[in-house]
């Protein structure tokens, strides 16, 4: 057997967009952190049998142009806004990839949990009283996982490889893991990489079933948390081989592990999230002490939330400023790994530290330093992000500036 | 850059007709080699693609408890999700928790890490027709950053005719353990690529189940690997660019 010899360059993050529930681009997610604001409401985009607050995306979305309409869900919608959002600079950027090194030499890996499954829901309705799917139905290029994945790669006239992640929660941040590595290993010189994840019924009923939903707006880490708030985004972000150019912020690696232990309970010593970080730091180089902030995964589920803070504190002691900004987007699920990540990297670029909204009386057994109201004027220049998912699959990133 | 080598290969298909016709060694699920209460708790899909993995790991004789692993699947826990599909439309339908939790794509990958005790970094990828490709190509990716070994399954079971036929109409799984050890009798294949000049003369029959049972899509390599034969291009799909790997016994 070789010996294990794991090592990883840092790629750089030319630009990133996303949308959330806290509006459309960075800024309108970095204001919203910045004022702590949730952006958690009751339900609209469609009826579930019980009531919850989520964080829905109420922008209008962008139409999917004819020649692709079979790929037109809202999923790909989300992310279209996400790519074609001008101030974020992600799609002139794109272009400036595809130019630059070819189209075949850009991929796409996109992370979601049920990708274009809202539409396929609706389709069940017309199954199950007609005895066939609807002639609109598509469901290899709507809901299969790949679907928004490939079409943002049509979209943008892009022939690399391509394909999705969908390790539940954690798929965003694994997206971006892959991505590292299609670049590291010189298939690809440029890779967009996230999550993309919308609102459907299956997910909500799902985590009801499990007794996980609170009926208010989520509190991560608070003494009386009651659960989680759903939310849908879309976070993109373009990795490139590393430039002489040094103003952009890099990726300097994601660890993951997996828990081995439960399909939807963590393990109770948080064993996989600890490896998750410590592989994280050991593959980028860096020592725990220079982190400056962690986004924490903090679903604010009572078994969550302690089992993280265990595992935090077993890899920082306390010495690390940490929030949870679920209260503020919701749990957007597929696409958490990557929104997360562009918190971290906005709080790289405005040096400051978000809050954690929801959260009035910390946990007894949280013995984190875990940041209640945002903080300006920061020195922020490593930052990490958690993520963690069904089946036990964890996800730690390290960004730097 | 590192050189990949596949160590072992094992296919799961209840289907013996197609097993025989492609020449494969093989067979149905493996129940002993899945503890009675997971098997229980899975789908068709998850149990194809642990037997094969199984199977390919006990074939290499490799530690599963410190393997990592890429599952990758078109649709993955597909029968699963219709369940779920066809109780929405009823508010008063209660969702099962163990059926939700094994709707997701990583299902089989979560067990596996169970099963195996392993706690290694496992991946859950999907790319409709390119599925096998890319998760060869994801593999060999991570064995860049890592000297050793990786599992690699690919897998899709029976599908409701109403989704996307005619995928689904036949079950397949199939598992490589790939390395950066030569070792063994193990073959050497180069990074996946699309070539534009590679043009496929006898594919009509393996086309056909390949759109039957995305997974197939290995069947060349398969059979490469049981022949030690040189092979210039092994394709790893059928449509669109044709992702190939080049495969060397001669080292």
Redesign the interface.
């Known amino acids: 057997?070789?010996?294990?010899?794991?090592?990883?360059k840092p790629v750089s993050i030319t630009a990133y967009s996303s949308i959330s529930g806290c509006g459309l681009g960075n800024q309108a997610l970095f204001e919203t952190l910045k004022e702590n604001k949730s952006s958690l409401a009751e339900l609209e985009l469609f009826?579930?049998?019980f009531s919850t607050y989520v964080g829905e995306i109420k922008e209008d979305l962008p139409g999917i142009k004819t020649e692709l309409e079979i790929y037109n869900s809202r999923n790909s919608r989300v992310a279209l806004a996400a790519l074609n959002h001008t101030a974020s600079g992600l799609r002139e950027a794109l272009e400036v990839a595809k130019s630059k090194y070819g189209s075949?030499r850009v991929g796409v890996i996109i992370g979601t949990?049920t990708s274009g499954?809202y539409e396929?829901?609706s389709a069940?309705?017309v199954?199950?009283k007609q005895g066939?799917?609807p002639d609109d139905f598509h469901?290899?290029t709507r809901h299969?996982?790949?679907?928004t994945g490939?079409f943002l790669q049509l979209e943008l006239g892009l022939?690399g490889?391509?394909?999705?992640?969908?390790?539940?929660c954690s798929s965003g941040a694994?997206a971006i893991a892959?991505g590292h590595?299609?670049i590291?290993?010189?298939?690809c010189d440029a890779v967009l990489v996230g999550g993309v994840d919308t609102l459907c019924?299956?997910t909500l009923?799902?985590?009801?079933?499990?007794?996980l939903v609170a009926k208010q707006p989520c509190t991560p880490m608070d003494k009386d948390r009651k659960g989680i708030s759903i939310g849908e985004a879309a976070g993109l972000l373009l990795l490139e081989k590393i430039s002489r150019d040094n103003s952009m912020p890099k990726l300097l690696a994601v660890g993951?592990?997996?828990?081995?232990?439960?399909?939807?309970t963590p393990h109770p010593e948080g064993?996989?999230a600890v490896?998750a970080m410590q592989?994280a730091l050991q593959?980028a180089g860096v020592k725990a002490e220079l982190i400056d902030y962690l986004n924490l995964h903090a679903t604010a589920t009572k078994i969550n939330d302690k089992v993280e803070s265990k595992a935090v504190q077993q890899v920082f002691s306390d010495q690390l400023r940490c929030s949870g900004t679920k209260g503020v987007t919701g749990h957007t699920l597929g696409a958490a790994g990557a929104l997360e990540a562009i918190i971290a990297l906005i709080t790289l670029q405005h040096q400051f530290i978000p809050g954690t909204h929801g959260l009035e009386l910390l946990d007894d057994d949280c013995n984190l330093q875990v940041v209640k109201d945002s903080q300006s004027k920061q020195s922020v220049n490593y930052a990490m992000s958690n993520s963690f998912?069904?089946?036990?699959?964890n996800a730690s990133i390290i960004f730097a500036l | 850059?590192n050189d990949v080598f596949i160590k072992s290969v094992a296919v799961c298909c209840p289907v013996q007709k197609i097993l025989d016709q492609f020449a494969l060694q093989g067979g149905d699920v493996d129940k002993t080699l899945i503890p009675a209460g997971m098997r229980r708790r899975t789908s068709l899909t998850t149990k194809i693609a642990i037997t094969a993995a199984k199977q390919a790991c006990n074939e290499a004789e490799v530690d599963t408890g410190k393997l990592p692993s890429v599952f990758a699947s078109?649709?993955?826990e597909i029968q699963v999700?219709d369940a779920?599909?066809?109780m929405?439309?009823d508010?008063?339908e209660?969702?099962?928790?163990?059926q939700?939790?094994?709707?997701?794509?990583?299902?089989t990958?979560?067990?596996w890490?169970?099963l195996?005790?392993?706690?290694?970094?496992?991946?859950?990828?999907?790319?409709?027709d390119?599925?096998f490709a890319?998760g060869l190509?994801?593999a060999?990716?991570?064995l860049?950053?890592?000297?050793?070994d990786i599992l690699l399954v690919c897998y899709d079971e029976q599908w409701p005719q109403?989704?996307?036929p005619p995928?689904g109409q036949v079950a397949f799984a199939c598992a490589f353990v790939l390395s950066?050890?030569s070792g063994g009798t193990s073959i050497r294949c180069t990074?996946p690529r699309?070539e534009p000049q590679y043009q496929n003369k006898d594919k009509t029959v393996w086309e056909r189940l390949v759109k039957q049972a995305p997974a197939a899509a290995a069947i060349p390599l398969i059979q490469t690997f049981y022949n030690k034969k040189q092979m210039n291009l092994i394709p790893l799909n059928i449509s669109g660019?044709i992702w190939c790997t080049h495969i060397d016994t001669d080292y």
């Open positions: 057997m070789v010996e294990l010899v794991k090592s990883i009826e579930i049998p075949h949990s499954l396929t829901e069940y309705g199954l199950l066939n799917m469901f290899v299969a996982y790949q679907a490939r022939t490889p391509c394909y999705a992640i969908s390790s539940a694994k892959a590595r299609l590291d290993s010189g298939v019924r299956l009923r799902g985590f009801k079933s499990l007794d993951e592990s997996s828990d081995a232990h439960h399909m939807s064993k996989g490896l592989s593959l998912g069904f089946g036990g699959n | 850059m078109l649709g993955g999700t779920l599909c066809r929405l439309p508010a008063d209660l969702l099962s928790p163990t939700f939790h094994n709707s997701v794509h990583n299902t990958a979560g067990y890490g169970i195996t005790h392993c706690q290694a970094a496992t991946s859950a990828i999907a790319a409709v390119d599925t890319m190509l994801e060999w990716s991570q860049q950053q890592t000297a050793g109403y989704l996307a995928i950066t050890d990074i699309v660019g």
